[in-house]
């Protein structure tokens, strides 16, 4: 099977294409625009693969895309490839809605015309996968649940740009018979993040010696999973998703920001202690909040467990560990992602 991942050498992309090479005699053909946030080095040993390609292409540039597919002919899509960011996006929200939206119309039209050419059989094994997330729901109070059904309420220009994408998806399949299948994940942690988020962020500031900024009272929750589990995910919903379906995917791991942090705090302490002996925790340090900071995001996954028997594999406490073990044993990786970024506060030009 030969697949076009967009977003490949991205945090969760790089995951996706390490777990084909590693677990599929799939072709990958890697679509990327390398912003800050990509790195070819996160595919590790898959970029030396040579069923692996990449060409690097912005997914609004509907010519250069047109070419990979036509040269390359995929049976499937995977589309990651997005700005990412919640605090960027307060900042600075056009390339959200440049990336997000309309490299996503660019990328089904480019497929849309693609898919329309193949023969019957290609036509109805073809598959474009939209990649999105659990923040299009908006925000939940202390009960209740995501579901596949939830109501769409984006309240950040990520989310609305995410959502906008979502639309767009579902508008091309019910309008042109585009088989699409879509899936929408909690919050993802793991190797290879950018340390802009919060897990990979705060580690970077526990060892530099720096502040640990917490957002607010601390009290907002995110429901995590670990980014192989996410990969497995992927795989499954795109060899076994029903055309036209969306699919929830979650961790099953509420945790409030200050628990993470804390938890953080205390495996570093083992792991690497600080050179006074004085605990990471002690760094901890309250700050203005985020504008429009969702509360609680939390995913009902029964339907992917059910109909496609996905399985996570990690639990938060197995999974901190070993991505707090990889930043510790990757700092070249960090060295470079750090370049482009060096911690300081995002996303408070809303307030
Ligand atoms: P990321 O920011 O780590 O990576 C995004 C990748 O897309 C980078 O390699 C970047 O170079 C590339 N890219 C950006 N703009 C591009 C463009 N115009 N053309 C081509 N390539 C471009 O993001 P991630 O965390 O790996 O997220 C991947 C996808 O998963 C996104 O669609 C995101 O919305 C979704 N998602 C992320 C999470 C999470 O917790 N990180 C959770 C659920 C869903
Ligand atoms: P983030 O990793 O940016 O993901 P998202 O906003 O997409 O959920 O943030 C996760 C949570 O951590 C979110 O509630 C905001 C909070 N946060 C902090 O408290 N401090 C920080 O420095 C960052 C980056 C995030």
Request: proline share 3%.
């Amino acid at each position: 099977m030969r697949i076009i991942v967009t977003g490949g050498a991205g945090f969760i992309g790089s995951a996706v294409i390490r777990k084909i090479v590693k677990d599929t005699d799939w072709i990958v053909h890697n679509i990327d625009k390398l912003t800050y946030a990509g790195n070819l080095l996160s595919l590790g040993e898959a970029q030396d693969s040579e069923r692996v390609f990449f060409s690097r292409l912005d997914i609004c540039d509907k010519t250069g895309t047109e070419r990979v597919f036509r040269d390359f002919r995929p049976h499937a899509v995977m589309h990651l490839a997005a700005e990412s960011h919640v605090d960027r996006s307060i900042d600075d929200p056009g390339e959200f809605i440049s990336t997000n939206i309309v490299g996503t119309y660019t990328l089904l039209e480019v497929a849309r015309s693609y898919w329309g050419e193949l023969d019957a059989k290609g036509k109805k094994s073809f598959k474009f996968h939209h990649i999105s997330t659990d923040e299009v729901f908006g925000s939940l109070g202390h009960q209740g649940y995501f579901t596949e059904e939830t109501r769409y309420q984006p309240n950040s220009p990520y989310a609305a740009s995410k959502a906008g994408s979502d639309h767009l998806v579902r508008a091309w399949n019910k309008t042109y018979g585009l088989p699409i299948v879509i899936t929408n994940c909690s919050n993802n942690y793991g190797p290879y993040q950018y340390p802009e988020k919060l897990i990979p962020l705060m580690i970077q500031k526990a060892i530099s010696g720096d502040a640990l900024p917490v957002y607010g009272a601390g009290d907002n929750v995110r429901d995590w999973l670990y980014v192989e589990d996410h990969a497995a995910a992927l795989l499954l919903a795109l060899q076994k998703g029903k055309t036209g379906e969306v699919y929830n995917i979650g961790g099953n791991s509420e945790k409030t920001n200050i628990e993470v942090v804390k938890t953080l705090c205390l495996e570093l302490d083992k792991l690497s202690p600080s050179k006074g002996g004085v605990s990471y925790s002690a760094q901890i340090s309250y700050v203005e909040d985020r504008p429009g900071h969702d509360k609680r995001y939390a995913i009902d996954c029964t339907k992917i467990k059910h109909e496609l028997g996905w399985i996570p594999k990690e639990t938060f406490n197995s999974g901190i560990v070993k991505t707090i073990k990889w930043y510790l044993d990757n700092e070249e990786w960090c060295r470079q992602a750090m370049v482009n970024y060096q911690g300081q506060r995002l996303g408070t030009s809303g307030s």
